[in-house]
T-cell receptor, first 111, second 112 residues
Framework: EDKVVQSPLSLVVHEGDTVTLNCSYE??????LLWYKQEKKAPTFLFML????IEKKSGRLSSILDKKELFSILNITATQTGDSAVYLC???????????FGAGTRLTVKP | EPEVTQTPSHQVTQMGQEVILRCVPI?????FYWYRQILGQKVEFLVS????????KSEIFDDQFSVERPDGSNFTLKIRSTKLEDSAMYFC??????????FGPGTRLTVL
């Protein structure tokens, strides 16, 4: 059965810390892996990763995909309280539009 | 910046009643989706829609559910006879192609 597993489930850090969120996946006919940030309501798109080993970066956030080991990481450097959210990763299928989401990592950044 | 919108933001209904959740996807997008998230649980795929027909649906999307694009802008999810376990946040999303999907703010459905 296809699955996406995120770890840790919950993480509490202080402002300025660097965090690494993990996502492993088993998705048949895998196309891409997506990261979303979910605050109060709708997930907002962060990254889409299709190729292995190519880091995507946006400000203090970066992500990379390892298609051999079937995982991705999301790094956040110099965390701020506004980074507090649930971070979701999702595996996207090649031949259809289904996405399989992980349970998310709840990140809390304390001042 | 264009965004997906959903109405209502919160709907309360009695068990057995029909509900229609409405979404306006981003205007030039071609693929439309519904997801749900039961409180404290994962986001789950329900259905995708392309070229005026369902392209994929999950096992959650049974005969009680239907989707429609009644005009050029709206995309609706109908639940024919709601059950208590249908209580969840329902997200609509749209995408231009097989890339990132943009989510709406969600409709919280509460079935009493």
């Amino acid at each position: 059965e296809d699955k996406v597993v995120q770890s840790p489930l919950s993480l509490v850090v202080h402002e300025g810390d660097t965090v690494t969120l993990n996502c492993s996946y088993e998705v048949t006919n895998f196309r891409s892996l997506l990261w979303y940030k979910q605050e109060k309501k709708a997930p907002t798109f962060l990254f889409m990763l299709t190729s292995s080993g190519i880091e995507k970066k946006s400000g203090r956030l970066s992500s990379i995909l390892d298609k051999k080991e079937l995982f991705s990481i999301l790094n956040i450097t110099a965390t701020q309280t506004g980074d507090s959210a649930v971070y979701l990763c999702a595996g996207r299928y090649r031949y259809n539009n289904d996405m399989r989401f992980g349970a998310g990592t709840r990140l809390t950044v304390k001042p | 910046e264009p965004e997906v919108t959903q109405t209502p933001s919160h709907q309360v209904t009695q068990m057995g009643q029909e509900v229609i959740l409405r979404c306006v996807p981003i205007s030039n997008h071609l693929y439309f989706y519904w997801y749900r998230q039961i409180l404290g649980q994962k986001v789950e795929f329900l259905v995708s829609f392309y070229n005026n027909e369902i392209s994929e649906k999950s096992e959650i999307f049974d005969d009680q559910f239907s989707v429609e694009r009644p005009d050029g802008s709206n995309f609706t999810l109908k639940i024919r006879s709601t059950k208590l376990e249908d209580s969840a946040m329902y997200f609509c999303a749209s995408s231009l192609d097989y890339n990132e999907q943009f989510f709406g703010p969600g409709t919280r459905l509460t079935v009493l």
